[in-house]
């Protein structure tokens, strides 16, 4: 199987080949934990897990690294705010990070590294950029000179002119050039304890040093695969190739896939606005992490989607009509159709065309020439790959236990005993089923 992505780095769809035969190295801008992630940011996991999902369909070992930043100017300032301290903070995200992405059927990377537990390849990769004249000491940090660096901002295809390479600022303190930026900054009172020791004085790491480093450690000085949202190009993927490559000479990354964002009706999600949403309030609203996975497939990564409840509400609908659809297919042993696995390989292998390659699952379970367990049998592999967990459902999933739970739950709901509707919902969840309240009455549904 031939796979085409486009490359961010040549603005051209390409036919993907790694380094070594059959195997892939991949890493992935992972959430920094200091808050729950949005569905924005969950598209973009969502588009990694595709990714690497297809990879492996195709045949290919993928060695998939994420990292988790547990210490930049957000955990700090957070941690701070709230009298916690960093590492229980950081610990009370990624744990929810998590528990999100099973939720939304994403295979974790096999490793993910913390920045917190990789100080020191960090600090030994400033040490080698201030050996090599590439970085400079200044009294708030280390700089990365950018000036140094041939082709700075190429992947994000900047323009750098004459006069703003030449500036120098009159603060004999300040950086160099204003789009320097920090590999290491100093200890200041902010910090708190938050800080580490290093030849070159006491500090904590910049946010691009942190990729750079564990990506580097964990795969090599060349990988094959970055992956990360579009909004990371500039600066932070823009600094990791530069400082990167200043300090071994090689070709940083060969092929970088970046997700575009989520709108949210027709809006960019930002605090100002308040429109930020987060898979809880779409799970609050009544919807499966699931669904939102459905939803994202319906647009291909590289396009920006526009999230609006009455389009949740629509591949909510779709995705239990394959559910159900799948729940009445035999089980028997069947024969994977190669016209249908052809068409549906076809598209994924091009850039990824996942709303394609739905649209070719909807064709096959409208076929009427196709055996029903041969559809299921095809079925299954294409859910390898769109990971809606259709192989895992079960016919009559809800226990009579947990119905029964549910009932009396509905019965507090209706007496107005709030107290005991959320006891007995808490019940539900440690039994493995989420309730959600919709305008229809309760639903239940699996976690995971
Ligand atoms: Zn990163």
Known sequence: MVLRFFNTLTRKKEIFQPLMKGRVSMYSCGPTVYDSAHIGNFRAFISNDILKRALEAAGYKV??????????????????AEGVPLSALTKRYEDLFLEDTASLGIKVPGILPHAVGHIKGMVKLIQKLLSNGYAYRTEAGIYFDISKSKGYGRLARLKIDARTRSRIESDEYAKNDARDFALWKFWTPEDGENSFDAPFGKGRPGWHIECSAMAMEKLGETIDIHTGGIDLIFPHHTNEVAQSEAATGRQFVRAWVHTAFVMVDGQKMSKSIGNIITLASIREHGFS?????????????????????????????????????????????????????????????????TPKALAVVWQLVKDKKIAAHNKRATLVVFDEVLGLGLKGLKKDPVPKEVALLAAKREEARSAKDWKRADAIRAELTTLGYEVMDTPKGFRLSRIG
Do not use: C
């Open 63 to 80: 060695k998939h690294v994420m990292n988790i930043t547990d210490i930049d100017d957000k955990t700090i300032k957070r941690s701070i």
């Open 289 to 353: 992490s699931l669904a939102f996975r459905y939803l994202v497939l319906g647009t291909q990564y590289r396009a920006t989607m526009n999230f609006t409840w009455e389009a949740l509400t629509g591949a909510q609908h779709a995705f239990e009509k394959l559910q159900n659809a799948f729940l009445e297919l035999p089980k028997a042993k069947g024969v994977i159709s190669t016209s249908y696995r052809k068409k549906f390989f076809d598209a994924l292998v091009d850039d990824l065309n």
